[in-house]
């Protein structure tokens, strides 16, 4: 009994290795399983990570905005509307954007207010806007 129970332990120790191994070849065909039966909704631990590491950021505001780069208080549709000929927003801050909207599962607008935060935090500014250096003297 002994030796069934070691046997089919040892079996299944291989078998996991062996998947665990060749994941990069058989793990696309779950993400196209997901895409072709949305009944099958099978959760991944990375599955999601793929869709924003190696997506195309759009390259207009109308991009942009199809993404969800925009809201009520950052519309981006007069931008649209008037022919704007820029590249649209800036790609550093839409990947990260959208990749705070993606693990924080956030709309565009905290999203965009987190990346803020960050950004301040990394340059010594304060959450209020107000520079966090002890020498800093201001006159008001």
Known sequence: MAYLLYSITVLILI???AAYFTRASWHPLLDN???RFPAVNIQLPFSGARSYLYARL?????GDVE????????DLASNIEGGD???GLDDT???EILLIMKRRR???DEARRAYMEDRFSANGIGPDGRPRDPKFVSFS
């Open 15 to 17: 078998l996991v290795t």
């Open 33 to 35: 399983l997901t895409m």
């Open 58 to 62: 759009p390259q207009t505001f109308a």
């Open 67 to 74: 993404a969800g780069l925009s809201s009520s208080t950052f």
């Open 85 to 87: 000929s820029r590249a």
């Open 93 to 95: 801050a839409k990947r």
């Open 106 to 108: 956030l709309k565009f």
